[in-house]
């Protein structure tokens, strides 16, 4: 290893989906065992239900979560609510009363912890089925609260724009691809935030494209990749293996 990577600080750990290694993701035992091993980062996925209630769910369908094949964004809250996302094929049966949490209960939990930052990424399908205009409103209504310890993220540049327009929040723009387009794309908006999967960067130790604003990979499952990843110009990097990647970076503290 360089010694320009050996002397690199350890990026900040954001705990992606929350523990989502030892809970069913975007669930609140997921938020709370992160923020009980002690992040100061979280990242989770916002959907509309059909009632336009914004609940944490990254798939639109709840197959993979439930084991049921149904459209979340076709259910109500109500309906939602009766649901166990318990990820039976991951769990089995290790979970099995873990409901859908709303934004709001997010929102309440992230209030107990000040110093936490939480990245909220607003999910396509559910844009492509209500539209930007409704998504962004009905999630920023409910941030109001704890607006600055959030970031609000899409891939979906648009939406992302759309919440430039109508609020100060702070933004970041989760990057599709890794692409020299991108990075027109990226200097014109001039987002708080650059998000990326790992799988997506170019493999090289190129820096990062410099800018105002700061840069978070996603993906990362070792502290060796972050350690990488911070000599690129990474700021922050997001695991859902929070506890395995948080010892290491204790194990190998100086």
């Given at each position: ?35 009980d ?9 916002v ?37 166990s996302?318990?990820?039976p ?5 290790k ?28 999910k ?19 941030i ?50 650059l ?10 130790n ?49």
């Open positions: 290893m360089s010694a320009s990577r050996l002397l690199s600080p350890l990026p900040d750990l954001i705990a992606q989906r929350g523990n989502a290694e030892e809970y069913p993701e975007n669930t609140l035992p997921a938020l709370r065992s992160a923020l091993l002690g992040a100061r980062h979280l990242a989770f996925d959907q509309l239900s059909a009632d336009r209630q914004p609940v944490l769910l990254n798939d639109a369908n709840l197959k993979r979560m439930a084991g049921l094949d149904r459209s979340a964004l076709t259910m109500t809250w109500p309906q939602l609510a009766e649901v996302v318990s990820e094929d991951r769990f089995q049966q979970y099995t009363d873990i409901g859908v949490p709303t934004l709001t209960q997010a929102v309440s939990l992230i209030g107990t912890h000040p110093a936490v930052t939480a990245f909220i990424e607003i396509r399908a559910s844009l492509r089925v209500f539209g930007a205009e409704v998504v962004v409103r009905k999630i920023c209504e409910v109001k609260p704890v607006v600055r310890q959030c970031v609000l993220v899409s891939r979906d540049l648009a939406a992302v724009h759309h919440v430039r327009q109508i609020s100060s929040y702070r933004v970041g723009w989760l990057l599709s691809e890794y692409s020299s387009l991108s990075a027109l794309k990226c200097e014109a908006l001039v987002p708080d935030y998000l990326c999967d790992r799988e997506l960067l170019t493999d090289s190129a820096q990062l494209w410099r800018g105002p604003w700061r840069w978070a990979i996603l993906n990362v499952s070792s502290r060796e990749a972050a350690v990488h990843l911070a000599a690129r110009g990474a700021r922050l990097v997001a695991t859902t293996a929070y506890r395995k990647v948080l010892r290491e970076f204790k194990s190998n503290a100086p």
